[in-house]
Structures are given as structure tokens and as C-alpha cells.
T-cell receptor
Framework: AQTVTQSQPEMSVQEAETVTLSCTYDTSESDYYLFWYKQPPSRQMILVIRQEAYKQQNATENRFSVNFQKAAKSFSLKISDSQLGDAAMYFCAYRSARASGSGGGADGLTFGKGTHLIIQP | DAGITQSPRHKVTETGTPVTLRCHQTENHRYMYWYRQDPGHGLRLIHYSYGVKDTDKGEVSDGYSVSRSKTEDFLLTLESATSSQTSVYFC?????????FGPGTRLTVT
């Protein structure tokens, strides 16, 4: 079974600065997908960024980028120019690309326990 | 928005009573999921569906059952609610390999 570990329960950053959230995972598979989700106080789960394991290029979405190190099984999220609206819980998640016997790759996501990001004004 | 709604959004129920949570999508996606979120655990998969009448168990399926009689609706049932099932429940759909979540249902079992 896959596991996802977020070793930072809480991080704090000054507004406009850059912060990096860490995520490591354990898998024996070679093909998979990785995600970062944001959960603000509203409780809504919002997809921030995604990475396909077969792609060497790190994904970028505006101020959000990842550092994907496949050999090290590491998937960190960098937030540049932090804004007050970035304050939230951030979850790292893993999904196998393997087609399951019945669902054709319909297996769910495996989540880390989350990092609470605080933005200091 | 991914076109997912959940009902009810909040529910308080007593131990031993049956509870059904509903997830509705307007996107006509094949795959749907139920997760629960508890402090210190992130989200954990309860059950998922890969088509009408096709479902399978996830990591924490004990005490839960699901049904999917229509593409747009995925129901989660607690046959006899227990206090350990107090949680926030999220439904999700999967257009490709990413997943999009509904707003969640906060369930309290007293």
C-alpha cells in the first residue's frame, strides 16, 4: 500500500515571501500521479496542482510550483509571493496509474495528514 | 465548480439510527468516491463507484454501504450510526485522473 507523509504539521510565512511545503511518499509503482490540494476554512477541497510521474518537468500553476524528485520520492510545493488568501490546510495526495481489476484505474487518492499554512501580514 | 452537491450539509443523529448521505453530480462522470476526514488523518477512502451498480471498498469501509442506481447519484449509508462515524464526509468525481470534491457533509453522532 502507498503512504504519503507530510512532516510539517504547521508552517508560517510572511506575506509576499516564498514558502515550501514538504511531501514524501512510498510506493513500489513506477507510474502514478501526485497532487496538492488546498482546504481553506470553508472546508472546500481545491485542486492546486498536479504532476504526472512520467513527466520530468516540474508542474507550475501561476505562483504555485512543485519540485518533483522521483528517485527520492519527494514532491514539495513552493508558493511564491504568498498572499493572505493562501492561508489554509494543504494536502499532498497520491494516485496509482495502474488499471485496477474492476475499476480501470478508479482507485482513490491516498492523502497525507496535511500542513497548516499561516500567512503573517 | 465541478458540479457536485452533497446533502445534507450538516446532520446530527443518535447512535444506532440509519443515516444516508447523498452525492449528486451534473457532469455525467463514471467514477465517484466517498471519503471521510478526521483530525490528524487527512482524507480516507470509504467506497468508490466505477459505474451504475458497480462499487468497491476503500480503506475504511466497515460500517458503511453504498449504492449507485443512476450515474448522477452516489449514496452513502450508515446502517447503524456509531460515535466513531462522527466526521466530515466528502464526495468526489474523477473526470480523468484528478479528483474534484463536493462541499462536504458534517455528521455528528451523539
Amino acid at each position: 500500500a502507498q503512504t504519503v507523509t507530510q512532516s510539517q504539521p504547521e508552517m508560517s510565512v510572511q506575506e509576499a515571501e516564498t514558502v515550501t511545503l514538504s511531501c514524501t511518499y512510498d510506493t513500489s509503482e513506477s507510474d502514478y500521479y501526485l497532487f496538492w490540494y488546498k482546504q481553506p476554512p470553508s472546508r472546500q477541497m481545491i485542486l492546486v496542482i498536479r504532476q504526472e510521474a512520467y513527466k520530468q518537468q516540474n508542474a507550475t500553476e501561476n505562483r504555485f510550483s512543485v519540485n518533483f524528485q522521483k528517485a527520492a520520492k519527494s514532491f514539495s510545493l513552493k508558493i511564491s509571493d504568498s498572499q493572505l488568501g493562501d492561508a489554509a490546510m494543504y494536502f499532498c495526495a497520491y494516485r496509482s496509474a495502474r488499471a485496477s481489476g474492476s475499476g480501470g484505474g478508479a482507485d482513490g487518492l491516498t492523502f497525507g495528514k496535511g500542513t497548516h499554512l499561516i500567512i503573517q501580514p | 465548480d465541478a458540479g457536485i452537491t452533497q446533502s445534507p450539509r450538516h446532520k446530527v443523529t443518535e447512535t444506532g439510527t440509519p443515516v444516508t448521505l447523498r452525492c449528486h453530480q451534473t457532469e455525467n462522470h463514471r467514477y465517484m468516491y466517498w471519503y471521510r476526514q478526521d483530525p490528524g488523518h487527512g482524507l480516507r477512502l470509504i467506497h468508490y463507484s466505477y459505474g451504475v451498480k458497480d462499487t468497491d471498498k476503500g480503506e475504511v469501509s466497515d460500517g458503511y454501504s453504498v449504492s449507485r442506481s443512476k450515474t448522477e447519484d452516489f449514496l452513502l449509508t450508515l446502517e447503524s450510526a456509531t460515535s466513531s462515524q462522527t466526521s466530515v464526509y466528502f464526495c468526489a468525481i474523477s473526470p480523468k485522473y484528478e479528483q474534484y470534491f463536493g462541499p462536504g457533509t458534517r455528521l455528528t453522532v451523539t
